[in-house]
């Protein structure tokens, strides 16, 4: 296999593109897509502040790493989230990074803010992890960019994560969500706008690029996310992108041009939580409504 | 396991209603899907002429000894598409079925009638099988239907079937089949109506009602579908299945309670074929485009 544009020897094949290419040229060829998808989407310009989400992991470190490639001004949030080993390990990757980048890191340590670690604040309040983990993630990034000055917060979702996801609301017709699911979510009443500009790579070739680049990523997936559905939705288009590659890209992208629209996009009033003031539906937040919980059964 | 009816010891296990059966309260539970189907989706009444579409598979003759056992007055129509033995072999499983029950059975030779078989015309045209086939049929069960004052056609499509046509749809984004894919077609312009009573019935409960009814039916696919993008979408699903019992029927029934609407249900205007009479959307319809294509290349 030859690379598509020089004739070198590819290193990686992409079969939906029906294309290999050389590591200089399958470089490019990632910088390409992002940029694609932040012009097509209209997720930013050079001119707003960036905020990229770093868990340490591949995806948002090659998100950072091609912004900065891309001449983009993007600074880092990391959220140490008290998880036993692998927060401290995926910390290290991401400071390891920005140094070695000469970025700018901020990190936050979730539990000397609340006084409880993400596996102590599910336990406590006998939520699922993945769903207290998400909620917390939400407050300090919405808090750490509003109170900074950012323009936008930056995820390293990417296509095989937008697709499951999106198979699972068709799979249980969540109209509200597939109303919403965009790789562009506007800023709301004291909530941040969030885009994913990696929704057109996917997860072979962010993997790929980090490899490429040189840069050290946590290998390891989080210890608590294991059996989660999202996993089997992936399988299940893995095995459908093997028999018709181009299923998950045309899949996505054929849902946000022409079946996103039909369904109800109806966004939630929101107001400022009365304790936090980030916006939410009722009157405290999901945050706050977790934190008071969790203070309440640990005085118990 | 036991029944959840009786307590006797359970025959199956369906996951997703959460219960076993013993045989006698399993047939019960079949016959109820049916009829629930059948009322829900306003299919047809005790005084339509109905006529199955028999392939001598197991969702065909399953569907007939339904309809026959809840009182519907049903006939059958078998076509002989000159696949090499196969075809024999599923019409002499069909005759048995009918005389067994004492069922009037149609048949009708497509060699006879047309001058080719199925992998003929397949040959000469030079289109998919699958895509001829579908076309035949539908050619030649309209045309005995409308000869006949047949009210509908039955076919045995079954939950997997029709989930497994859905994701192939939402993949592609296939708006016009999203609008239009129902468990009952109406009658249009020179074209039958169409049910499928059978929707709320797993492949493995059509399957194990045959069994236990010692129904013989044919067990081998059609040789001319191997590698069908269908399997792989019945693949996927039943990983999904798996994983969470009751996958297949919400995405399929929350679609037709929820979805469905939403898809622009353009159905295209039909006009009589010049040829033959029955609906199309050209000139001429393309089962007789078909057989002119195959008689001029025969006679090159």
């Keep these: 296999m030859k690379c598509v544009t020089c004739g070198e020897p590819a290193i990686i094949d992409i079969k939906r593109h029906n294309a290999g290419f050389c590591a200089h040229h399958f470089i490019e060829h990632v ?8 012009s097509s989407f209209r997720l930013f310009s050079e001119n707003d502040r960036l905020l990229v989400a770093v868990s340490g992991g591949k995806d948002s470190l090659a998100l950072w790493d091609i912004l900065n490639s891309l001449g983009y001004n993007a600074e880092g949030l990391y959220l140490h989230l008290g998880i036993e080993g692998y927060s401290d390990r995926s910390q ?9 980048e000469k ?35 939400r407050y300090f990034m919405n808090r750490f960019a509003a109170t900074h000055g950012f323009d936008l917060i930056l995820t390293g979702h990417n296509l095989d994560d937008e697709a499951a996801t999106l198979l699972g609301n068709l799979l249980h017709w969540q109209m509200g969500y597939l109303g919403r699911q965009s790789p562009l979510l506007p800023q709301k009443t004291g909530l941040s706008g969030k885009a994913k500009p990696l929704v057109r790579l996917t997860e072979r070739e962010t993997a790929a690029y980090t ?72 009157e405290i937040c999901s945050f706050c409504r977790i934190i008071e919980k969790a203070a309440r059964n640990d005085s118990d």
Tied chains: 1, 2.
């Design 31 to 38: 910088h390409r897509q992002v940029e694609r998808a932040i």
């Design 92 to 100: 290290q990757k991401a400071e390891a990074f920005a140094t070695r």
């Design 103 to 137: 970025l700018t890191l901020h990190c936050i340590d979730v539990q000397k803010e609340t006084g409880f670690s993400i596996p102590g604040l599910a336990h406590r309040v006998r939520f699922e992890p993945c769903s207290v983990c998400g909620t917390v993630k």
């Design 211 to 282: 490899v490429v680049r040189g840069i050290d990523y946590i290998i390891e997936d989080c210890p608590l996310s294991k059996g989660a559905t999202s996993i089997g939705y992936k399988e299940a288009l893995n095995m459908l992108e093997n028999l018709s590659p181009g299923t998950k890209h045309h899949f996505l992208l054929g849902f946000l041009k022409r079946g996103k629209a039909l369904f109800p996009g109806d966004t939630p009033q929101l107001s400022p939580c009365k304790n936090c003031g980030q916006g939410t539906t009722g």
